[in-house]
């Protein structure tokens, strides 16, 4: 067995000029294509998992990560990485947790950079930066990463897909879990193309950030800036109806404090401070009025016209009707 | 604009709070939030894509031979796992934990040709969560296991259904692992850096948990499990993995170069947060039984459903490597290597022709005032449970 997989490593580096100029990963899917496929994977996995690591940070995220240079620059999703400066640990594939500091982060392409402190000058395994701008549709890449959390009885976990659109993220089929945020995704040249981000339902449904998001702002990152909060909306937003406020709870139902000048609520003349106790004829009730408020409206669709039920400064309850909008794209 | 911050913001933020407070991060889910909140009105997931049809027709030719040893194992006219086929005289091989099989109630099983056949439970493995069965009378296609190491990571493995084409094709994630079962003791174990004397060492015990109930203290080193030698950590978990929560172990430990023993009551592994179960369910069903086994590989065909577990897993070489034992999670299939199918069915046979031995009325074992009649019967498997959380115990040789 062991003759056999080393032969056909011998194979592989001989072939690899040629497989260049025709890349492998947007043949036909054949017999002798998967053959290739997996030769390289084989070749390839364990420079990725020996710079595949495991990220904890201080206040809250943990999540996978990737070494990118010698020094111990790490690469994770920006919500893994979380507030610039906060303490990090990052856990090696050997097990040894090492102490780190987070980077730089840009909320809402969800990039964040971690380094390894390295007071020894260590020199760490890494892997190279590719150019996601290069994938195309069909493509095979290769995720790596530590689906529900890091495990010292588990290596880090490899999965194969094929991308199946880009727009602001990579959407693939690689299957990926919490746990996964901040993990790598590769070419079949072995280079950097992506790092998860996000999931929706389907499992096919899979977004990785691209590559190039983080080389467009790297001396941000490396400098620890800290954009683009995470709390402002992302590009599927804007296929959800908006409402256009922004405010808490409240026991007599969900209180308004800001309202969008341009948004749909502002149009209607609702104001900050009025408290919204109906919508779209259901009660909000007076507990976690927030979610409840958020449910209602995703339950409607963009142009919809809704009543909105409202108490204003004491005065009689307020019906309101307001005409659900688009988000604006920035 | 910049108060304009929005409601869904708030949507958000609430989800990465929950994501701090459980230190469960990760992948943060965004469109299933608003599946969950718009239902049919949800942006349309993307279809799978149209093109997997190609890995499976591409994976045909390797699963052709598999085909023929696949069998399906059904009850009341629905296919609940299915098995391989294992010798030439009818062992089928297959998920325990699925099938409702006792000693006293056989099974059906539908074979390569369409034919409806019944096989009786011959034995169980709980810590594989394998059954052995047997289709007695006739002739049939056997498996041919792949021999030597377990198939690495980075291999293309298909999971064959009786179907032409396979059901699934992934690619193999992590080699071979033990998983935890269910049942957990309390203690935090490493190995011990002296591996001439073996055994693992209780780095923490839990204050909380059972062990340390049972007495059982830091820097205690496990030397035994029920009597079974500990060599190293892994060996602990191994153990245990037989077992479910209830079950009380035996342990054997040194303590200042003295022997003692505790008995502890294994408690329930803490459940995952709502978060993590909801992740890994979505887009999925996964196996009741997916933890505690003693050796799995790891692949990432997911495309396959509980009842498709027990079929064969077979390499681009169409070397059947294993057999698939559990949907784990979103990520995760698992698959019991063939060189422990092999061992297994060999323990199984070995134990069924010990009970013939055993039950065979031989003066020579009995004394003349006891009739054959009377004789205990060796011990039977115990049966399964349809409700497939408790596993049977295993007979260990």
């Not at chain 1, 893994?80 to 840009?106: W, Y």
């Not at chain 2, 602990?236 to 430990?253: A, F, K, Y």
Request: proline share 7%; charged share 25%; hydrophobic share 40%.
């Amino acid at each position: 067995m062991r003759i056999f997989v080393f032969s056909l490593l011998l194979t592989v580096s001989s072939v690899t000029p040629s497989a260049r100029a025709e890349p492998i990963s947007r043949r036909p899917v054949d017999a002798a294509a998967l053959q290739q496929v997996e030769d390289r994977l084989i070749e390839l996995l364990p420079g990725w998992r020996a710079a595949t690591v495991g990220v904890i940070l201080s206040r809250g995220g943990a999540g996978t990560g990737v070494i990118i240079d010698e020094t111990g620059l790490v690469l994770t999703a920006g919500h893994v990485s979380g507030e610039p400066g906060q303490t990090a640990e990052v856990i090696l594939p050997d097990g040894r947790r090492l102490r780190g500091k987070a980077l730089g982060r840009n909320g809402v392409e969800d990039a964040g950079m971690v380094r390894i402190l390295n007071p020894d000058g260590e020199k760490f395994p890494f892997v190279n930066r590719g150019n996601s701008a290069m994938l195309k549709t069909g493509q095979w890449v290769a995720a790596l990463g530590h689906p529900g959390g890091w495990n010292r009885d588990r290596p880090a976990v490899l999965r194969m897909g094929r991308v199946i659109r880009q727009n602001i993220f990579i959407q693939t089929d690689a299957v990926l879990v919490g746990g996964d945020s901040g993990g790598p995704l590769f070419d079949l040249d072995g280079n950097l193309v992506g790092i998860h981000s996000r999931i929706g339902t389907s499992i096919a449904d899979n977004r990785h950030v691209p590559i190039d998001r983080f080389t467009a702002s790297w001396d941000r990152l490396a400098k620890g800036e800290d954009w683009n909060p995470a709390n402002q909306p992302l590009a599927w937003a804007r296929n959800q109806p908006w409402f256009g406020v922004n405010g808490s709870d409240d026991p007599a139902g969900y209180r308004v404090q800001m309202v969008d000048d341009s948004g749909p609520a502002s149009l209607a003349g609702i104001q900050p401070g009025d408290v919204i106790v109906a919508f779209a004829g259901k009660p909000i009730g007076r507990e976690g009025t927030s979610h409840r408020l958020t449910t209602l409206i995703g339950t409607c669709r963009i142009g919809d016209i809704v009543e909105v039920e409202l108490l204003r400064d004491g005065s009689d309850t307020l019906r309101i009707p307001v005409k659900l909008g688009r988000r604006p794209a920035s | 604009m910049r108060n304009s911050t929005n409601i869904f913001v708030f949507f958000l933020v609430l989800t990465l709070g929950t994501a701090v407070a459980l230190a469960a991060p990760a992948a943060e889910v965004e469109r299933d939030e608003r599946a969950v909140v718009v239902g049919d009105r949800a942006a349309p997931a993307p279809p799978p894509p149209a093109n997997e049809i190609d890995l499976r027709r591409a994976m045909a030719p390797a699963s052709k031979q598999a085909r023929l040893s696949v069998v399906a194992v059904v009850r009341k006219g629905e296919q609940v796992a299915l098995g391989v086929v294992a010798s030439d005289d009818g062992y089928v091989v297959t998920k325990a934990s699925e099938i409702g099989a006792s000693p006293d109630e056989p099974v059906n099983l539908r074979l390569a040709g369409g034919a409806i056949r019944r096989a009786r439970l011959v034995g169980v493995a709980g810590e594989h969560d394998l059954a052995l069965l047997k289709i007695d009378g006739g002739k049939f296609s056997p498996a041919q296991w792949a021999s030597g190491d377990d198939v690495p990571p980075g291999k293309w493995v298909a999971s064959v259904g009786m179907s032409e084409l396979p059901l699934a094709v992934g690619i193999v994630s992590v080699g071979r692992r033990t998983i935890p079962a269910d049942a957990i003791m309390g203690v935090f174990l490493a190995d011990i850096d002296d591996e001439s004397t073996g055994g693992a060492l209780i780095v923490r015990v839990d204050p909380q948990g059972n062990a340390a109930k049972a007495g059982v203290r830091g820097g205690d080193i496990i030397t035994a499990v029920n009597e079974r030698t500990i060599g190293k950590r892994e060996d602990v978990l191994t153990e245990i993995s037989r077992h479910r929560p209830g079950d009380v172990v035996v342990l054997t430990m040194l303590r200042n170069d003295e022997r003692v023993t505790s008995r502890v009551t294994l408690a329930k592994r803490p459940q995952p947060s709502t978060r993590s179960v909801r992740q890994n369910t979505m887009g999925s069903r996964l196996s009741d039984r997916r933890s505690g086994f003693t050796a799995v590989l790891q692949h990432d065909a997911v495309n396959l459903q509980p009842r498709d577990c027990g079929s064969p897993l077979v390499t681009l070489a169409g070397e059947i490597v294993g057999i698939n034992i559990a949907r784990a999670g979103r990520t995760e299939t698992f698959a019991v290597p063939a060189s422990v199918v092999v061992k297994v069915i060999a323990e199984l046979r070995q134990a069924e022709a010990d009970r013939a031995e055993a039950d065979r009325p031989d003066a020579s074992v009995l004394s003349d005032e006891q009739p054959a009649t009377e004789k205990p019967d060796a011990p039977l498997p115990e049966p399964s449970s349809p409700g497939a959380e408790k596993t049977p115990t295993t007979q260990p040789t």
